[in-house]
């Protein structure tokens, strides 16, 4: 398939009606119960899943589609091939983000382990836009796959990026949401304490609303504490009262208790 589109078997115009009504008609053909379970079932509907996760999303499908109308040249030319055929960090990174854009995402991941994984500079080797959607759509794989760190890591740098000269703009609630769910949910699983508390010393560096700022004042002077550090987490939570984070937490306009 050359893009989520056609594994969806859509036009790039279709309605969310369509998209939906397309999904619902693969989804049903690669059910266990017909196909059987195997890894090869799995992978297609990862596939499908994520072509639907995103098509079904506005700003995720027009980030997308920005993308790849971007990146990839409607010829004759075989460009993946091509590619592949070179061995220089240029072509590594290109490939990449040709894999990525067409579903092949065990390709792409295992393609950037290759290269280095966290120590292989993208930024370097493709143009700014290009490089902000690779390491996007690269970090939600990875989380997909429960690497939630070098999925963090990644998700850090777009963040800073972002907050240095914007691009994905409108975007950006949705990468900023994304960062916040997997951080609360599935990264402190995938960590030490100490690599926990640098993450959460991180977040905080990066100027999120200060209701996440709580949340995670409050994490890292637990994790401190876990780490004996306790100056530390005495000293994070005079921060904390210092900007008025002590206390219960605040409620909502709908009356219910942030997190």
Same mark, same amino acid.
Request: charged share 35%; glycine share 6%.
């Given at each position: 398939?050359?893009? $989520?589109? @056609?594994?969806?078997?859509?036009?790039?115009? *279709?309605?969310?009606?369509?998209?939906?009504?397309?999904?619902?008609?693969?989804?049903?053909?690669?059910?266990?119960?017909? !196909?059987?379970?195997?890894? @090869?079932?799995?992978?297609?509907?990862?596939?499908?899943?994520?072509?639907? &996760?995103?098509?079904?999303? #506005?700003?995720?499908?027009?980030?997308?589609?920005?993308?790849?109308?971007?990146?990839?040249?409607?010829?004759?030319?075989?460009?993946? %091939?091509?590619?592949?055929?070179?061995?220089?960090?240029?072509?590594?990174?290109? =490939? !990449?983000?040709? &894999?990525?854009?067409?579903?092949?995402?065990? @390709?792409?991941? *295992?393609?950037?382990?290759?290269?280095?994984?966290?120590?292989?500079?993208?930024? /370097?080797?493709? #143009?700014? &836009?290009?490089?902000?959607?690779?390491?996007?759509?690269?970090?939600?794989?990875?989380?997909?796959? #429960?690497?939630?760190?070098?999925?963090?890591?990644? +998700?850090? $740098? !777009?963040?800073?990026?972002?907050?240095?000269?914007?691009?994905?703009?409108?975007? %950006? &609630?949705?990468?900023?949401?994304?960062?916040?769910?997997?951080?609360?949910?599935?990264?402190?699983?995938?960590?030490?304490?100490? %690599?926990?508390?640098?993450?959460?010393?991180?977040? =905080?560096? =990066? #100027?999120?609303?200060?209701?996440?700022?709580?949340?995670?004042?409050?994490?890292? *002077?637990?994790? +401190?504490?876990?780490?004996?550090?306790?100056?530390?987490?005495?000293?994070?939570?005079? @921060?904390?009262?210092?900007?008025?984070?002590?206390?219960?937490?605040?409620?909502?306009?709908?009356?219910?208790?942030? /997190?």
């Amino acid at each position: 398939m050359n893009n $989520y589109y @056609e594994l969806l078997g859509v036009k790039h115009d *279709a309605s969310m009606a369509e998209i939906k009504k397309a999904f619902r008609e693969k989804a049903k053909r690669l059910h266990p119960d017909i !196909i059987g379970s195997s890894s @090869e079932a799995e992978s297609r509907m990862r596939k499908l899943l994520t072509a639907y &996760e995103t098509l079904s999303n #506005g700003q995720r499908r027009y980030e997308y589609d920005r993308a790849y109308s971007r990146f990839i040249k409607v010829s004759a030319f075989d460009y993946r %091939t091509w590619l592949r055929e070179q061995n220089d960090p240029i072509s590594q990174a290109k =490939l !990449i983000f040709f &894999e990525l854009l067409h579903l092949e995402e065990d @390709e792409a991941i *295992a393609l950037w382990r290759k290269n280095g994984g966290m120590n292989f500079p993208m930024e /370097q080797y493709l #143009g700014r &836009e290009d490089w902000m959607d690779c390491a996007f759509i690269l970090a939600e794989e990875l989380d997909r796959r #429960g690497d939630q760190y070098e999925a963090f890591s990644l +998700l850090v $740098y !777009i963040v800073r990026e972002e907050r240095r000269l914007p691009y994905f703009r409108h975007f %950006t &609630e949705e990468i900023e949401k994304f960062v916040r769910e997997m951080v609360r949910l599935r990264l402190q699983p995938k960590v030490d304490d100490e %690599t926990w508390a640098e993450c959460l010393e991180t977040l =905080l560096a =990066l #100027g999120f609303p200060a209701r996440d700022e709580r949340f995670w004042m409050k994490s890292l *002077a637990q994790a +401190l504490l876990a780490l004996g550090d306790h100056d530390g987490a005495q000293q994070v939570n005079r @921060e904390a009262a210092r900007r008025g984070f002590s206390g219960k937490s605040p409620k909502n306009k709908k009356g219910t208790v942030e /997190q």
